[in-house]
């Protein structure tokens, strides 16, 4: 019974830890909300495929990015490839045009090209496609999104997003973590005590940030704002030279930093 008690203790010690980490295992991506008012085709395409060290979604189509970590040791990809026209036979005919590529770590979807001024005014078909991916707790992630949002949750890899007219929410993110958004908000929303990892950059042009923590969370704090303000929850104790819309100050402890910068955007530090 000792050599079990010293075994077991001794796997709990080389595991690697993932308190904060949800398995997340509920798909969400669905085709109920078609509101178009022409015909419209929308299938979901599912592959799964081992795991690979790196996620690299190139830029969505009109599509959302949803990435979620679970406990699995395979990547989950669900694709929503919609597509619209004049006729049902015309939206299918679209949608069948669409390809899905899910190889070596790397997902991508392409399709027809259409004319942005066409001859014919009254074209007006048209696809996009949104994913939703599973993947390992420490898959490192590089996504890009173009008129669509992106949501990341439990994720502890080096995570790089960048939008184009879309928004970010970051859920129980960890390791080292860069989000660029143009015309879109970022919200951040962390859990224990201080950050497990290396640092989080978050940068925005015409759109705000929140950053919402347990009262207790520790961090240092670097904002650099153009045209909007700063609002905390937490006690701000300025350190070292004011510039006009820089602030470095700590909260609680201190710990690793958080750096945020926004042009026509407003910082918002909330307790949850």
Known sequence: MRLVLVFVALISLAAPTHAQMRDNRDPQLNCNNGDRDLARSCEIRETTSGPSPTLEVSPTHNGAIIVKGWAQNSILVRARVEAWAESDAGARALASQVIVETTGGRIRATGPVFDPAPANASDRRGWSVGFEIFAPWNTSLKAASHNGGMQVS???????????????????????????????????????????????????????????????????????????GLQSDFPVTVRGRIDEGTTNFDIGAGGPPIKITTHNGGIRLKKN
């Open 154 to 228: 439990d994720m502890r890899g080096s995570i790089d997003l960048q939008t184009h007219n879309g928004g970010v929410r970051l859920v129980r993110v960890a390791g080292d973590v860069t989000c660029d958004s143009h015309n879109g908000a970022i919200q951040v929303e962390l859990e224990g005590n201080t950050f497990d990892g290396r640092q989080i950059s978050l940068s925005t042009y015409n759109g705000g940030v929140t950053v919402s923590a347990p009262a207790s969370y520790s961090a240092s704090i670097e904002t650099k704002t153009s045209r909007g």
